[in-house]
């Protein structure tokens, strides 16, 4: 995996032709061992605060470009005052922050010390963990990086400089799971449709198998003997083949428990089929897979930090086009479950991928929770925007442990009513259920088709159509994929299901 950011632990002092982060609090005052270090420069912090109006707020910092005593030196003060809300500092952001700051700085030393007070091992990593995110870029199909500065385009070095690095470098290991995990989740969602499809998608999944991970790819053939007509039927108009593909991770072995599963829509591209979608925005369409990718991505991340868990991951891969050999408004199919589906809107087509790959996680593996993740409507963008993941559940205990891992992580969810007066508006005049229940609540009742599929499962569904891609730039994301539901699942995982 490329890394953007090469992260090293120790004892380091301000290096010459570099820049040295430190952290100040309101009183723009480093702690008692780095004011040491800076000598003559300490006496610079507080004028240089009153000329730019710095007083250490979050979010905040000012540069000192050689100030006196540290030659050759930039120094990047960085506020950590508690806010007025008295949040604890999110570490995580902070690093993301700080390598924002960083410009084209390449060789960087982290004075990792609290202005007053301590800061362990875990914030060290978690602040690892944020400069790795920020660092993380997609240009590998620009021939011209960084504005065309091609000789600027190493990774920088950033020493973080800990009381204890052998402990921070342990409490980074699992982050440096989940980065890489993250990592994979945003590239998968970057890469164009032409180069990322069914099949090239399920040989990305494959690559999993060096780590640990149990991987199988059934064909077009294998789904049709298991009668996933749902699924088939989006996948028809298309060129290439569809897939199916089962991830298991077994960290737990000898615990009697049933896995917990992770299902993934994949739609490589989403055109709308024969309900062919408008020009204008069609390109993001190629993101349309953002929560396969986010279960490979969550699985990458447990096996490469050993979760003590048994977890599966299921994707349906599939690419919806018009043509000829398309599937059809009006169209009824039979999905594995043995339900009969009428269609309405060929571009209601995650659903249908959807029915099937949750059918056939329940019958093989009987899970103990079973959790799928979709960009599954425009309407929860209508809802939520892009700050919360829509989540459906058939489970108050499941939805309560995601939206804590979702405060903890940051991903936040927001829960959505499921009921019995939405669940009638999918009934169909001639098959069992339609695709598409017409205007209102349209993120509900795509919730309420996937319910139809779940059985008495424990079941979240988590409509990410607004948090996978498109993805407003924050301190830790940078990337038009998100990876979005990595750092979410992982915390679920670890909180609540490891043993
Ligand atoms: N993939 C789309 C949903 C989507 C839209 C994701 C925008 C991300 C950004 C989904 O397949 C879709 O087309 N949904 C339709 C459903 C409708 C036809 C009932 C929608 O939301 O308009
Ligand atoms: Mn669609
Ligand atoms: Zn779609």
Request: charged share 25%; hydrophobic share 45%; net charge neutral.
């Amino acid at each position: 995996m490329t890394e953007f950011v090469k992260i090293a632990y120790g004892a380091v002092a301000a290096p010459k032709g570099g820049t040295y982060v430190v952290f100040v609090a309101a009183d723009v005052k480093p702690a008692p061992r780095v004011a040491a270090l800076l000598g003559a420069a300490q006496a610079r912090l507080e004028p240089a605060a009153k000329t730019v109006r710095f007083r250490g707020k979050p979010s905040s910092a000012m540069d000192l470009i050689e100030p006196a005593g540290l030659e050759g030196v930039r120094l990047l003060v960085v506020g950590v005052a508690p806010g007025k809300d008295g949040a604890p500092i999110d570490f995580t952001s902070l690093g993301g922050f700080v390598f924002g700051k960083l410009g084209a700085a390449k060789k960087v030393a982290v004075a990792f010390l609290a202005p007053a007070g301590e800061w362990d091992a875990a914030a060290a990593a978690e602040f690892a963990l944020g400069l790795r995110l920020r660092a993380y870029r997609f240009d590998k199909y620009k021939n011209k990086k960084n504005d065309g500065d091609d000789a600027d385009d190493a990774a920088p070095s950033v020493t973080i400089e800990v009381a204890e690095p052998a402990a921070a470098r342990a409490a980074f290991a699992p982050r440096l799971a989940i980065a890489e995990g993250v990592e994979l989740a945003r590239t998968l969602v970057n890469e164009p449709p032409n180069v990322l499809f069914p099949e090239s998608f399920a040989a990305r999944a494959l690559e999993l198998k060096p780590l640990g991970v149990e991987v199988e790819a059934l064909d077009d053939k294998a789904m049709a003997k298991l009668g996933m007509n749902a699924l088939l039927g989006v996948g028809q108009g298309s060129k290439h083949g569809s897939r199916l593909v089962v991830m298991r991770w077994r960290g737990a072995p000898g615990r009697k428990s049933k896995p917990v599963v992770f299902v993934g829509k994949g739609v490589c591209f989403d055109s709308g089929g024969i309900s062919i979608k408008p020009a204008a925005g069609m390109e993001d369409m190629k993101g349309d897979m953002a929560g396969a990718a986010c279960v490979v991505g969550l699985m990458r991340a447990l096996a490469a930090r050993k979760a003590k868990v048994d977890a599966v991951g299921v994707i349906g891969l599939v690419e919806n086009m018009p043509g000829g050999g398309a599937y059809r408004p009006s169209d009824i199919l039979k999905s594995m479950s043995g339900q009969t589906i009428e269609v309405i809107n060929t571009d209601a087509e995650g659903r249908l991928v959807l029915a099937d790959a949750l059918t056939y996680a329940r019958e093989k593996f009987k899970p103990r929770f079973m959790i799928d993740l979709a960009t599954l409507t425009g309407a929860i963008m209508v809802a939520l925007g892009q700050e919360h993941a829509g989540l459906f559940s058939n489970d108050d205990e499941l939805a309560a442990r995601l939206s804590a891992a979702g405060v903890a992580t940051g991903e936040t969810v927001w829960r959505m009513p499921l009921g019995s007066a939405y669940d009638k508006m999918i009934d169909s005049r001639f098959a069992d259920m339609k695709n598409t229940g017409g205007r209102n609540a349209g993120a509900i009742t795509a919730a309420q088709f996937l319910k139809r599929f779940v059985g008495d499962t424990p079941w979240a569904h988590l409509d990410i159509a607004g948090t996978g891609m498109s993805s407003p730039a924050n301190d830790i994301n940078q990337s038009w994929g998100s990876g979005w539901g990595v750092r979410l699942l992982d915390r679920l995982v670890a909180e609540y299901y490891e043993s």
